[in-house]
């Protein structure tokens, strides 16, 4: 990582010594320049790529936003720290003539720099805010500065451990779990923990707040490809919780330059359009803006498969929404004891 | 039973006991009219001559006065005029109604009213006689005299008769007044200010009582060509007038008075004019009756094919001394606009007028004046300082144009200059601080003022461009050594050498535009 930070200074530094305002190439990012590559499931870059060039008056300020955030970059590799996405933005608020207008501006910066280095910002330590966790019988070993080679189980916080820097950079040693069950919701999450729905189904509980953090997806990922864990998604039925579990399995498009995020084989497991019926769950009426969305999921190539088709045309039928809580109809140990088994065993 | 005592008075009389009409109404405001009087009869009195005016003005206190309020002073200004004939002087400046300017052309006084006015101001708050010396180009005459204002004329208390070794020729005078200068010292200064920026071509120099020295040097020796005297157009005449002339002007017929006595009436004018006034052409003018005259004055007002008056009597200043006279008072520098705009002449009931305007704006401005509008008003090269909310041209800058059209916001640091010059100034009152909006004036003044607004918006937009390119070279200033720095600690390398590309961006004006050319932008983000 530090190689290609230096890397990139080289470039810049070589291209001023030759007295030339500096450029880099990088991938377009725009929207028409990703597509949805069907081989890998996921959404990518296309071709097209663009020149970042100092001599351009709109450029030079990205442009230096830039190099600075490699230099910051930099800085937290070769001292082993870590930062977020905030931090980085209020850093930067430091710099005279760096300082961005918003985090927003310094994010999609930040996102720049994880295209020209063509590496995740977690790889140059700058993390988001952490809000997802995880809970289940894993034993990791920290790799962080002052926690190198402490192990703990994940079980040892009934809580749920959150999903920061050192879990994604820790060693995962053993799981005697044979599945990763990843729940929208906090509440949801909670309640799981507190009726031992890991013991029942010898599962590792990841809970994403909404959609998830990329950390959140690489660990995903991560478990399931060194582990083999299959993956199952239990979200709310509308259109939001479907996009939730969709982006796990096939990825962002905020994210096309990036590998190692989607988890493609994951499964969604509910709650399903045709599980209100079948379950005579209470709803809400779908609002305008879920139709908007609904049609919108319908047009976007990750949901070509005919299971998603059904899915949404379920919901735009019944023209109602369900969530997970409404399962505590039948009593709050319903959806461990009765519904998740039944869903499991499919 | 009692009969009430009738009485005439003198003019004199009059205007001493109507004071407060010709602008004498206190201390401060007193001196103020004093000052303005003597001077542009000094300026007058040079213009005639040919000469660019130099003007001296000291004001003194006398000495060992109490600490009151209002203040005795002694006004002294001298000129390099025509100077007064010896024969003359007690009756400019100890008689109302005396004076060289009863006639028809642009003048800055009418009557010879102002000077009197202020020697009998003098008088009656001090009871010290008035000091005048006055040559011609020969010897040096000096009195010292006072009005007897029952009686309409000069007491002559001394007259010294001089050598003049340098040829001095001009007026020089001195009153004793009651003033009140603390109050009045922004003004006055303003006063002299705005007069130096509508005769360019003055040397003024002031004194005042503080021994403070003002100079308000001239800017140019080109002086506008002087007005001539017309005839009265007949639209302008009233009944008064047109007795007097009848009194004083020999003519054999109707006919024959009105061609020799008016501007632009030739025979047949004449003719078809008598008769819509039915009058027979062969009437001998002394014969005319009352109600004749009140029929002929009233029918110039409504025959509409007179001529329009001759505008030779009128003396504008001119675009370029204008602009000479503004540069150099507002001290305006290259990178301020300015247009001056002189209109053609115009008429309001009978009287040629023309008016003048400036439009002035820019950095200077904004330093001097701040932002919105401010408003320089002159009639007949007098600046107007009073009562400024009252006039035409107030309203024809703040309510007649829509500002907007030319790109100039509220807060845009704005000078508007007027001159209206005309043989009869359509003021409100005798203290000649404001003018009447008569329709046709208004008109003028608001074309005049658009005529000369229109260059703004280039200015603006020049001045946009030219502060976005200057902004746009910043940026690259800003952000080119931040690339540099933060580039060389990536690499773990000494900062590079960017002086080259610094320099192909370097923010100097007005050389932006040269150096824009070689930094070619790239507009777009290119695809490859």
Not at chain 1, 28 to 42: E, G
Not at chain 1, 272 to 282: A, E, M, Q
Not at chain 2, 4 to 28: K, L, M, T, V, W
Not at chain 2, 239 to 263: G, P, S, W, Y
Request: glycine letters at 6%; hydrophobic letters at 35%; proline letters at 5%.
């Amino acid at each position: 990582m530090e190689r290609s930070l230096t890397q990139l200074g080289n470039l810049i530094y070589d291209q001023i010594n030759n007295q030339e305002f500096p450029w880099i190439h990088m991938q377009s990012r725009s929207t028409d320049n990703i597509v949805y590559d069907a081989n890998i499931r996921q959404y990518v870059l296309g071709p097209r790529m663009i020149r970042r060039h100092s001599r351009n008056i709109r450029h030079i300020r990205p442009f230096t936003q830039l190099i600075w955030t490699a230099w910051f970059a930099k800085e937290l590799v070769t001292q082993r720290k870590t930062s977020t996405l905030r931090e980085t933005y209020y850093s930067a608020r430091g710099q005279r003539d760096i300082e961005y207008s918003d985090q927003t501006e310094s994010d999609n910066i930040i996102t720049d720099l994880e295209v020209a280095l063509n590496r995740a910002r977690e790889e140059f330590n700058i993390f988001p805010a952490e809000r997802s966790s995880i809970f289940g019988d894993l034993t990791i070993e920290y790799t962080v500065p002052g926690y190198e080679g402490r192990r703990t189980n994940l079980t040892d916080h009934p809580d749920g451990v959150m999903i920061g820097p050192a879990i994604t950079s820790s060693e995962f040693l053993e799981t005697t779990a044979d599945k990763v069950l990843v729940i929208e919701k906090g509440a949801m999450f909670n309640r799981l923990v507190e009726e031992r729905a890991h013991e029942k189904f010898n599962a590792l509980l990841i809970q994403t707040a909404g959609q998830s953090p990329r950390s959140t997806r690489a660990i995903i990922n991560r478990l399931h490809e060194d582990y083999d864990l299959p993956v199952y998604i239990f979200t709310d039925a509308d259109p939001w919780g479907l996009h939730i579990a969709m982006v796990i399995i096939s990825g962002s498009a905020n994210a096309a330059h990036l590998r190692g995020l989607a988890t493609p084989d994951a499964k969604w497991i509910g709650v399903l359009g045709s599980d209100i019926v079948n379950y005579k769950l209470p709803t809400e009426p779908l609002t305008e803006y879920d139709h908007k969305r609904l049609h919108e999921l319908k047009a976007d190539p990750r949901y070509d498969d005919p299971f998603w088709q059904e899915e949404l045309d379920i919901l735009l039928e019944i023209e109602q929404k369900a969530e997970l809580e409404a399962f505590s109809r039948y009593g709050l140990t319903y959806i461990v004891d009765e519904y998740l088994p039944a869903k499991l065993q499919q | 039973m009692s009969q009430p005592e009738y009485q005439s008075i003198s003019p004199s009389d009059f205007f001493y006991r109507n004071r407060e009409i010709a602008g004498f109404s206190n201390p401060s405001r007193a001196t103020y009219t004093a000052v303005r009087e003597l001077i542009e009869n000094s300026l007058d009195a040079a213009e005639t001559r040919l000469v660019p005016p130099e003007i001296y003005l000291r004001i003194s206190e006398v000495a060992d006065q109490k600490d009151t309020e209002t203040k005795i002073y002694i006004l002294r200004v001298e000129d390099n005029g025509t100077g007064v004939p010896a024969e003359h002087v007690p009756k400019v400046f100890g008689q109302v109604f005396y004076g060289s300017k009863y006639e028809l052309k642009q003048a800055r006084g009418t009557f010879g009213l102002g000077g009197t006015m202020a020697v009998m101001y003098g008088q009656i708050t001090t009871h010290e006689p008035v000091k005048i010396a006055s040559s011609t180009g020969g010897k040096i005459h000096e009195f010292v005299m006072n009005i007897d204002i029952q009686n309409n004329r000069a007491n002559i208390f001394k007259h010294t008769v001089k050598e003049n070794p340098t040829k001095w020729r001009g007026t020089a005078i001195e009153i004793q007044m009651d003033g009140d200068y603390s109050r009045i010292m922004y003004r006055l200064i303003e006063y002299l200010k705005q007069t130096a920026m509508v005769v360019p071509y003055a040397d003024i120099t002031y004194v005042d009582p503080r021994g403070r020295l003002y100079k308000f040097e001239r800017g140019t020796t080109k002086m506008p060509p002087l007005p001539e005297s017309v005839l009265p157009h007949p639209h302008g005449v009233d009944v008064e007038t047109f007795k007097r002339l009848i009194a004083t002007k020999k003519a054999k017929n109707i006919k024959d008075f009105m061609m020799d006595n008016f501007q632009g009436v030739g025979a047949i004018t004449a003719e078809r004019f008598l008769e819509m006034a039915e009058i027979s052409q062969k009437t001998k003018p002394k014969k005319l009756t009352p109600e004749d005259i009140v029929r002929i004055v009233r029918t110039t007002k409504e025959y509409n094919k007179f001529k329009r008056p001759i505008a030779s009597c009128l003396s504008p200043i001119g675009e370029e001394l204008l602009e000479t006279g503004i540069t150099k008072e507002l001290a305006l520098t290259e990178e301020d606009y300015i247009k001056v705009v002189t209109r053609k002449p115009s008429t309001y009931l009978g009287y040629p007028f023309i008016v003048e305007a400036a439009v002035v704006t820019g950095r200077t401005i904004r330093k001097t004046h701040g932002s919105g509008i401010t408003l320089y008003r002159f009639a007949n090269r007098i600046p107007l300082l009073f009562d400024e909310g009252s006039g035409v041209i107030w309203k024809a800058a703040n309510k007649n144009i829509n500002w907007k059209t030319y790109r100039i916001e509220s807060d845009t640091p704005l000078v508007i200059v007027v001159h209206i010059c005309s043989t009869k100034i359509p003021y409100k009152s005798v203290g000649k601080e404001f003018m009447a909006d008569q329709p046709e004036v208004e008109k003028e003044v608001t074309n005049a003022i658009r005529e000369a607004a229109r260059g703004v918006r280039g200015f603006m937009s020049r001045r946009h461009r030219i502060a976005r390119e200057k902004r746009r070279l910043n940026i690259f200033n800003k952000f080119l050594p931040k690339i540099a720095e933060f580039s060389a600690r990536l690499a773990e390398r000494e900062p590079p050498n960017i002086d080259k590309l610094l320099s192909l961006v370097s923010a100097d004006i007005p050389e932006v535009e040269k150096k824009l050319e070689e930094v070619p932008e790239i507009v777009e983000e290119s695809s490859e």
